[in-house]
């Protein structure tokens, strides 16, 4: 703990923006694949006390572009008539300020970078971090940019990890990006021994590798599996529901984590199809199913 500390500061003196005051610590959290009636039915009351939960719908249908654009700023859409796309942005990015305890953020405010962590770090002051479980978000890809710190997860299913390791400084408001796995494919949560994670019969590898391999329900460079029947569809869907309660628990620490002051926003990057048309899992789907993605955020205090 003591080294990570060193960490924050040593890069908290790189910066040289001032910290304005009253700027709220910032949080999103990204439950990986977690589509809308999945949480809906898994119906969790800690995270339901951040707001009235909105259908809304992802702007892609994979990991690594749909968060690259919620890293633009972009949250999930409403899919509004009648909106000229440009007026629907400027909108959208106003509700910055009630996130930040901000005045004066809108979309021109990030340009030319338009990359969320770098203005919040460089204009604004935020230490700014990434704990992600997905391999495909690892530190090395371009969505790495303007992080103080970008952790892949040793697990990829262990969100309770990720707020153990966080940390919060007394003079500097922070900004989380907490990318979350038992969401995703297996829908395993961390208690579960590996060999009783579901399995595609057939297949080596796949669980390591993640989203590398599975996407869509094909694999790619391997042999071709069997595909689900409706029976292994329901027993996976209902894992993704089971995930989303257990969560709801660790919800609860991260509340009682977070300092006072802190903005949270949880939403999905994308949904997960469980056989309906055909379509098992994200990708390479088009399916209203794989965009509708649930969208929660609040002050719990
Ligand atoms: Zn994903």
Request: aromatic content about 14%; proline content about 7%; some cysteine.
């Amino acid at each position: 703990m003591f080294g990570k500390r060193s960490e924050a500061v040593e890069a908290v003196q790189e910066f040289r923006a001032p910290v304005a005051e009253g700027l709220s610590n910032y949080i999103i959290v990204i439950l990986d694949s977690c589509r809308w009636d999945t949480f809906v039915e898994a119906c969790p009351k800690t995270l339901m006390k951040l707001g009235e939960v909105e259908r809304r719908y992802s702007y892609a249908s994979w990991t690594a572009p749909s968060h690259y654009n919620l890293l633009m700023g972009l949250m999930p859409h409403t899919s509004p008539q009648y909106v000229f796309a440009s007026e629907y942005y400027k909108k959208d990015f106003l509700k910055f300020n009630e996130r930040l305890g901000a005045e004066g953020v809108s979309f021109r405010s990030l340009v030319p970078r338009l990359y969320l962590p770098d203005y919040l770090r460089t204009t604004l002051g935020y230490v700014t971090r990434a704990m992600v479980s997905l391999p495909v978000l690892n530190s090395h890809t371009p969505l790495n940019s303007g992080f103080d710190s970008f952790r892949l997860m040793p697990d990829h299913n262990d969100m309770a990890a990720m707020v153990d390791a966080m940390t919060f400084l007394p003079d500097r408001p922070s900004f989380y990006l907490l990318n979350v796995g038992e969401t995703h494919y297996p829908y395993a949560l961390p208690s579960e021994p590996k060999n009783e994670w579901p399995r595609i019969s057939g297949v080596h590898g796949v669980f390591k590798h993640l989203d590398d391999h599975v996407v869509g329900g094909k694999l790619v460079g391997e042999e071709e599996p069997r595909f689900f029947d409706q029976n292994q569809l329901d027993v996976l869907r209902a894992r993704q529901v089971d995930a989303v309660r257990y969560l709801d628990g660790v919800f609860e620490k991260l509340f009682d984590t977070v300092p006072e002051n802190t903005y949270i926003t949880v939403t999905s990057d994308h949904g997960e199809l469980f056989g309906e048309d055909g379509y098992f899992g994200h990708g390479p789907v088009f399916h209203e199913k794989v965009f509708e993605v649930p969208f929660v955020e609040g002050r719990i205090r």
